[in-house]
């Protein structure tokens, strides 16, 4: 049998997955889709992973699906600001032609759809770290000012990568013997470069190894060192307990530009560095002690969230907003 109700579709593309559901107009989640990163500045194929979560989620829903059911759709994408915007929009607009479905979704950054995704007030800030890193004030659901997001080369301070490509260059600097003495240099090449032949390397061979490992890859997969260095902080390792306090510093700072005066307004925290149990989040939420802090939830829901809202199709948008959250 068809739906009774239209359908939305929400896509939260980041740097390391893209996650995309298909709702019905009262919230209900019925289809769920999941790829690759999306982030248009470091993830290897962007418009790829976005078709395939989406075809993921509408094959989910079986042959009752028929595409004019879809009343319309948000992509929240990483690195869709005004220089990438034109980008996203053609690739986000193929994905959602190659699904068979009509009309063109709404393309917006990953701001919008991840403070969305954490609660149905309109109004706060928020932070988001993972891959990468941005901080914004939110008016009315929509990203009025911003912080930092410029990509893995100029920015995302604080963010995995951020941290990642400190990993690296403390390893190297240790192994070169002008850094300080720090276990992330045996620890870096096993994480960028698993099930290599098991050879133990040092010196230049493994400063080579180290170089070659980071350049054959692409950006985002420096995020695989942040676990590291929180394990080797956990162990009481100075070097990597300095980047860990760095990057909670940065991650601070950077949501402070943006937060305003009004400590009374949700303040969003997002990504995996600061949604799961990491070090660098224990120091962030300690900084921010006393301030309303929402965790985010669902980014694929608050893209869906804003779907509902920009078709028009919900009678209560409200809560339908709470239900796709699970509230």
Same mark, same amino acid.
């Given at each position: 049998m068809r739906p009774a109700e239209p359908l939305v579709v929400g896509v939260d593309g980041g740097g390391?997955?893209?996650?995309?559901?298909?709702?019905?107009?009262?919230g209900e989640?019925?289809?769920?889709?999941r790829a690759g990163g999306a982030n248009l500045r470091s993830a290897r194929d962007p418009g790829g992973n976005l078709?395939?979560?989406?075809?993921e989620a509408v094959a989910g829903i079986g042959p009752r699906f028929v595409p004019a059911d879809v009343a319309g759709g948000v992509f929240g994408l990483a690195g869709a600001g005004e220089a990438g915007r034109r980008q996203a929009s053609a690739l986000a607009s193929e994905a959602w032609r190659s699904a068979g479905l009509p009309g063109s979704p709404v393309v917006v950054s990953d701001v919008p759809v991840a403070f969305a995704g954490a609660t149905p007030e309109p109004d706060g800030s928020m932070i988001i770290a993972g891959t990468g890193t941005v901080a914004a004030r939110i008016e009315d659901r929509a990203m009025v000012r911003r912080c930092d997001g410029y990509g893995w080369l100029i920015?995302? *301070? /604080?963010?995995?990568?951020?941290? &990642?490509?400190?990993?690296?260059?403390?390893?190297?600097? #240790?192994?070169? %013997?002008?850094?300080?003495p720090t276990a992330l240099a045996s620890r870096v090449l096993p994480t960028l470069r698993p099930g290599?032949?098991?050879?133990?390397?040092?010196?230049?061979?493994?400063?080579?190894?180290?170089?070659?490992?980071?350049? *054959? /890859?692409?950006?985002?997969?420096? &995020?695989?060192?942040?676990?590291?260095?929180?394990?080797? #902080?956990?162990? %009481?390792?100075?070097?990597?307990?300095?980047?860990?306090g760095d990057a909670a510093r940065h991650l601070v700072r950077t949501l402070e530009?943006?937060?305003?005066?009004?400590?009374?307004?949700?303040?969003?925290?997002?990504?995996?560095?600061?949604?799961?149990?990491t070090l660098v989040a224990g120091h962030v939420r300690r900084a921010l002690a006393g301030l309303p802090v929402v965790l985010a939830r669902d980014g694929a829901a608050g893209a869906a969230a804003?779907?509902?809202?920009?078709?028009?199709?919900?009678?209560?948008?409200?809560?339908?907003?709470?239900?796709?959250?699970?509230?």
């Open positions: 390391t997955s893209t996650r995309c559901l298909i709702a019905t107009a009262s989640i019925i289809a769920r889709g078709a395939r979560a989406l075809a920015g995302d *301070e /604080g963010s995995g990568v951020w941290i &990642g490509r400190r990993a690296v260059r403390a390893a190297l600097a #240790a192994i070169d %013997g002008y850094g300080e290599a032949d098991g050879t133990p390397l040092s010196g230049e061979a493994l400063t080579q190894a180290i170089i070659a490992a980071v350049y *054959e /890859g692409e950006p985002a997969r420096l &995020g695989l060192l942040s676990p590291v260095v929180e394990a080797v #902080a956990g162990e %009481g390792d100075p070097v990597a307990l300095g980047i860990v530009a943006v937060r305003g005066d009004d400590a009374g307004l949700p303040v969003v925290l997002a990504g995996s560095l600061l949604t799961r149990p804003l779907a509902l809202r920009a078709a028009r199709v919900s009678a209560d948008p409200e809560a339908a907003h709470r239900r796709l959250l699970a509230l």
